[in-house]
């Protein structure tokens, strides 16, 4: 039997001619945290909507739980977060979580104790009898984080969850949504931060025009496309000034602007001769997913992006 | 499953969420739900109404409150149906919030419908009662039917003019609603006038359109003149509120699920 929290089959979307996902089939298993990654564009954001039923399927079986993803009776198990904030500025913080907990059928007597255990979560006690407009960004995502949990749900669909934020908010969202994790909740998200996907998923989907380029956990991803260690230098001429410059050394060079990526399993000759070359500008590190990332899905700048 | 069959308790829940804003604010709503009308009634009413007298055989005071009744409603559920209802659907992505849960469009149309109509008969309490006191109200036996009439007309006007927000692609397209649809309707629909002394194709338009038949529907029941087809009445009404509803759904679910 399929256990999977939610199973794509041949998902297709098109709109008019222009087909968005094309054909995509993915599983995605209990209690881990799932990361959709990808350029604009590339098709996040359809298959999000297609997975919240605000989207039809044009083709293919979409489904949370065992059930189509057109039937909103699923959403009694799913908690959603939207990019774009659509927190009700009427309300004060309280009664915004009341009433969206009316929509799940859930009381307001069952209700209250729930709110103050999510405000608490949501370090949003202090406030909760302030309108939503007087909050920060911050606090404004951690409360629709709260809203998506007021249902319980066993699914968290997050879209983009720290953009826009300052670190300091980001960090505390990184640390709750772990903290989710950990209560054995399954979380799917999206984002175009390759730190946050490193630090919070378990498992990856790049994505890329419509279609999966990869996916596995960020260490394979990693180790399978990237190799470990790189170089980043400005200041070099050319390209026959970088040919030169790692001459007879086991690199690959990638460029993009006025920086050479020079990628190899033993940077350290590289850096010694870079060294030697005062004009040059220099960073010796690992490589991260954002290497991955930006290798898979094309260095050049995208029109669309 | 059936996209048309409504879960009460989802339905009530958008309702509920309109009601909890609007009582935030109901003392300025209320201001503006008495002042409109009494104005309308102490100027039109009292000035116009010593000069004509009579119309239709009864005194033109409660002559024009049972038709300001009637447009108030219609004014108040389309008001509340293109502007709040767009500020709801494409400002505050309130609808798509309601979405991610186990609320469908069509329960939401339903929602903001029952709630504009709701508003319709705030207001129309409101005018109800300042009627009363300037004495538009002859018949306090029948009178009181005429509120959840008024609820009705509200329901008639709501569905409708939540299609029109479906389509609308900013707040400017809503002024060509007005002229085109609600404007003439004031105007031509008896609200100031018996519609008998228009020329007979304007009539003949008249008669298809709601708030003919919600005027035709509150005055008897408000005044001495006699009640005639009733359910011809409510069934236009009726119609128009369930047609209103379809179509605003299948707009609004075009709309917001691409």
């Known amino acids: ?53 605000l989207s039809p399927v044009t083709a293919g079986d979409y489904s949370i739980f ?10 009694s198990r799913v908690g959603v977060v939207p990019q774009q904030d659509n927190l009700d500025p009427d309300f004060s913080v309280r009664l915004n979580l009341k009433v969206y907990a009316g929509y799940f059928g859930i009381s307001a007597k069952d209700a209250e104790p729930r709110i103050e255990e999510l405000l608490e979560f949501a370090a949003l006690t202090s ?17 629709m984080i709260a809203r998506a949990l007021i249902n319980n749900p066993d699914l968290i669909v997050l879209d983009e969850p720290t953009t826009g934020l300052d670190p300091q908010a980001r960090h505390l969202i990184w640390q ?41 956990t960020p260490r394979t991803l990693i180790a399978e496309h ?58 010796h590190r690992p490589a991260s997913l954002e290497d991955v990332f930006l290798k898979l899905t094309g260095r050049d700048m995208r029109e669309e992006a | 499953m059936n996209p048309f069959l409504l879960i009460p308790a989802h339905v009530l829940a958008v309702w509920r969420r309109n009601f909890l804003v609007w009582k935030q604010l109901a003392g300025a709503s209320m201001l ?47 008001f509340e149906s293109l502007y709040s209802a767009f500020t709801r659907m494409n400002q505050q992505g309130t609808w798509e919030s309601m ?47 005429a509120l959840p009439v008024i609820f009705l007309i509200g329901l008639a006007f709501a569905g409708p003019a939540l299609a029109i927000c479906a389509i609308s692609p900013s707040y400017d397209f809503f002024l060509y609603y007005f002229t085109l649809a609600v404007t003439p309707m004031f105007l031509f629909c008896g609200v100031f006038y018996p519609i008998d002394t228009l020329p007979a194709f304007v009539q003949m338009l008249a008669q ?15 005044t001495e003149m006699p009640l005639t087809m009733p359910w011809l009445h409510i069934g236009v009404l009726a119609l128009y509120a369930v047609a209103g509803f379809t179509l605003a759904a299948r707009l609004a679910a075009r709309r917001l699920l691409r």
């Open chain 1, 1 to 53: 039997m399929n256990k999977a929290v939610v199973s794509a089959k041949g998902v297709r979307k098109t709109f008019g001619d222009r087909e968005v996902v094309c054909g995509i089939d993915f599983d995605i298993q209990p209690g881990i945290c799932f990361g959709i990654l990808g350029p604009n564009g590339a098709g996040k954001t359809t298959l999000m909507r297609m997975l919240l039923g």
């Open chain 1, 66 to 75: 065992g059930r189509g993803v057109s039937d909103a009776s699923i959403h």
């Open chain 1, 127 to 143: 406030r909760g009898n302030d309108q939503v407009s007087a909050l920060s960004g911050g606090m404004r995502r951690r409360l």
């Open chain 1, 176 to 216: 709750r949504l772990r903290s989710l994790k950990s209560r054995g909740k399954t979380l799917i998200l999206t984002t175009h931060y390759m730190e946050e996907a490193a630090e919070l998923c378990d498992e990856l989907m790049v994505l890329d025009r419509g279609s999966i380029l990869t996916r596995g």
């Open chain 1, 226 to 283: 990237v190799e470990p260690e790189v170089v980043a230098i400005r200041g070099l001429h050319n390209e026959l000034d970088a040919i030169e410059l790692c001459e007879g050394l086991d690199i690959r060079r990638d460029h993009v602007g006025d920086t050479w990526f020079c990628y190899g399993i033993d940077a350290r000759p590289l850096v010694a001769r870079c060294s030697e070359r005062a004009e040059l500008t220099f960073i």
């Open chain 2, 32 to 78: 503006g739900n008495f002042g409109d009308p009494f104005l309308y009634l102490l100027g039109l009413g009292y000035g116009l109404g010593s000069y004509i007298g009579d119309m239709g055989g009864i005194p033109y005071m409660a002559y024009l409150a049972s038709g300001i009744l009637c447009s108030s409603a219609m004014n108040t559920a389309t």
């Open chain 2, 99 to 145: 979405l991610a849960t186990p609320v469908r469009i069509t329960e939401i149309i339903a929602g903001e419908q029952m709630w504009a109509a709701t508003k319709s008969l705030i207001s129309g309490t409101a005018i109800f009662l300042v009627a009363g006191l300037l004495g538009g109200i002859q018949q306090w036996e029948t009178a009181l039917l």
């Open chain 2, 208 to 222: 298809i359109l709601p708030l003919t038949h919600a005027v035709a529907l509150i005055r008897p029941l408000l």
